[in-house]
């Protein structure tokens, strides 16, 4: 029996496994790879026994006993993938106003607007994305009639109602062109209401007096949500590619400032300064041509000289290859990219795992650990490898379905009308 056939049958237990037994008090499983995202690396026919919804052992050659048990020929089993930057469960379909959310175009106030307030996990991108890997994704209110796109944080793809964390974790800043556009015409027009932003909210006790709520450029009320970016409580996440933005950016960070900068295209060219200043960023590593004048200096080996010169970097999907709800998915195929550019596998596996985790403040997320609650992936092969696919999900201990629109839509086209699909069907 080859390991294809293997996989595919452990594939169709795990189906009714998911349906019968979700809650489960233990599961083990059993896998040729386990990578752990820690000092062990990765294990060769390690065994994890997760009971309660956490990790109770992982151990080389074990013998665990369990309630479910999942194994397969050349598995591998991963922390669950963090996607970094996406709007997923703030749209639907993208035309259809109804099922946008995505941004605010007029509002008066976005610095206070919460993405979380605007998700939906049961949209059906969200489950595209857990079949996909993705276990976590932050999400990103997008800027559109200000500098300001507003408050986001990192939800879970388990899509129930009972959303993981609120709490906000950056606010979202364009910079940039699309940040001189909304600003009125120019970069200094952007930077300028930036800078004065944070002036109002570090004068936030003597600029605002009893008689009245307005500073330079913000409210009160938005002022306070500045106070913690300046205090370090949340981090400011701002939209930049070319080298000269960077650079201004690096400028306006104070002492407990924490920075993530999203794009990052010539990032490669001012990467001593980013490390100095010890501020992150967000790379897409597939997109390698210069779509506009922001990202004349693009490479594809960001990625590796980031490394090189010690800037914490994630991996993410951007939207100029459709991933901002509906192709997260694909982030293995971005980190691969980075891959065949020069990075190191450990590397980029670490950047849609435990780099994004850690940057939002949550590095339980991206390792695996004895004692923590089980977010993990069972794949049929190395997850880099692009006909790698999961077969099974836990989020927070439990057994996720395997299904979605698209495999219910796949089930009920199949020409077939069996579970042996033809050639061009997604396992």
């Keep these: 029996m080859n390991t294809l056939f293997k996989t595919l049958l452990c594939t169709v237990a795990l189906t009714a496994i998911t349906n019968i037994n979700a809650f489960a008090q233990t599961i083990v499983i059993k896998a040729n790879k386990t990578v752990t995202n820690q000092s062990a690396g990765i294990l060769d026919n390690a065994t994890i026994l997760i009971e309660n919804g956490r990790i109770k052992a992982i151990g080389v050659n074990a013998d665990y006993k369990g309630d479910t048990v999942i194994l397969g020929e050349g598995t591998w089993v991963t922390p669950g993938l963090f996607a970094p930057y996406s709007n997923l469960g703030l749209v639907e379909v993208s035309a259809a106003s109804s099922s946008n959310d ?62 993981m964390d609120a709490a906000p974790r950056f606010l979202h800043v364009e910079l940039g062109a699309s940040g001189a556009d909304t600003a009125g015409g120019s970069r200094s027009a952007s930077l300028g209401i930036l800078r004065a932003a944070l002036s109002d909210a570090a004068n936030i006790g003597t600029r605002y007096s009893k008689n009245t709520h307005d500073g330079a450029v913000i409210s009160k009320y938005e002022a306070t949500v500045l106070t913690d970016v300046l205090s370090g409580k949340i981090a400011l996440m701002v939209q930049a590619d070319r080298a000269i933005d960077i650079v201004n950016i690096i400028k306006l960070k104070r002492n407990r400032m924490k920075i993530i900068i999203v794009g990052a295209a010539e990032a490669w060219m001012v990467a001593d300064k980013l490390a100095n200043a010890n501020i992150s960023v967000l790379i897409d590593p597939i997109e390698v041509l210069p779509y506009n004048f922001e990202s004349l200096g693009t490479r594809g080996d960001n990625a590796k000289l980031l490394k090189q010169a010690g800037v914490r970097f994630a991996i993410m999907t951007r939207t100029a290859t459709g991933a901002g709800a509906h192709n997260l998915r694909l982030l293995t195929q971005h980190a691969a990219k980075s891959v065949a550019n020069g990075l190191d596998w450990d590397s980029a596996f670490k950047a849609i795992t435990l780099t994004p985790s850690t940057m939002m403040g949550m590095p339980s997320l991206g390792k695996l650990e004895a004692g923590k609650m089980a977010n993990l992936v069972v794949w049929s092969g190395d997850p880099l490898e692009v006909t790698s696919t999961p077969i099974a999900v836990i989020i927070d201990g439990k057994l996720q379905s395997m299904t979605s629109r698209q495999t219910e839509l796949a089930d009920k086209y199949n020409p077939t009308r069996t579970n042996a699909k033809p050639y061009g069907y997604r396992p």
């Design 102 to 163: 995505s941004a605010a175009s007029e509002a008066d106030a976005n610095i206070t607007l919460r993405a979380i307030d605007s998700f939906n996990p049961h949209a059906s991108p969200v489950a595209v994305s857990r079949l996909g890997g993705i276990t976590h994704a932050v999400i990103v209110p997008g800027a559109s009639n200000s500098i300001f796109g507003g408050l986001g944080t990192v939800i879970s793809t388990n899509g129930s109602l009972d959303v």
